[in-house]
C-alpha cells in the first residue's frame, strides 16, 4: 500500500505506512508525478498519462489530448478535466462516469 511518494536525488520513491521504501524509479523514466492514492500512482510525460503500482509497474496509459487537465486521484479513480467536462476513470483508464462543471 502506498502511503506517501518522494521525489530523492531524481528518483520518485513511493513509501510505505512506516515511511519504508517500497520501490523507486528514476523522475526522467516516469515523468511527473500528477498524484497518487493508495493503490496506484499517476505520471505525465511526453503527453501521455500512465498508472503505476506500488513497484513502478505500469497498470495503463492514455494520450493526454483525449483525457484533458488531471484534477484528482482518489480510492481506484482519477478524475480530468476536458471542455467543461469532468471524467472520472479507473486506474486503468476505463470511463466511470461524466459530468458537467
Same mark, same amino acid.
Given at each position: 500500500?502506498?502511503?506517501?511518494?518522494?521525489?530523492?536525488?531524481?528518483?520518485?520513491?513511493?513509501?510505505?505506512?512506516?515511511?519504508?521504501?517500497?520501490?523507486?524509479?528514476?523522475? @526522467? %523514466?516516469? &515523468?511527473?508525478?500528477?498524484?497518487?492514492?493508495?493503490?496506484? #500512482?499517476? !505520471?505525465? *510525460? =511526453? /503527453? $501521455?498519462?500512465? +498508472?503505476?503500482?506500488?513497484?513502478?509497474?505500469?497498470?495503463?496509459?492514455?494520450?493526454? @489530448? %483525449?483525457? &484533458?487537465?488531471?484534477?484528482?486521484?482518489?480510492?481506484?479513480? #482519477?478524475? !480530468?478535466? *476536458? =471542455? /467543461? $467536462?469532468?471524467? +472520472?476513470?479507473?486506474?486503468?483508464?476505463?470511463?466511470?462516469?461524466?459530468?458537467?462543471?
Amino acid at each position: 500500500m502506498i502511503a506517501d511518494v518522494i521525489l530523492h536525488y531524481g528518483w520518485y520513491q513511493s513509501l510505505n505506512e512506516s515511511g519504508e521504501k517500497i520501490n523507486e524509479q528514476s523522475a @526522467s %523514466s516516469t &515523468g511527473e508525478l500528477m498524484g497518487f492514492t493508495d493503490r496506484f #500512482m499517476v !505520471f505525465y *510525460k =511526453d /503527453g $501521455w498519462f500512465q +498508472t503505476v503500482d506500488e513497484a513502478f509497474q505500469k497498470i495503463a496509459e492514455k494520450q493526454g @489530448s %483525449s483525457l &484533458g487537465v488531471f484534477k484528482s486521484a482518489a480510492g481506484p479513480f #482519477m478524475t !480530468f478535466v *476536458k =471542455d /467543461g $467536462w469532468a471524467t +472520472t476513470y479507473s486506474m486503468g483508464f476505463e470511463q466511470i462516469d461524466q459530468r458537467q462543471v
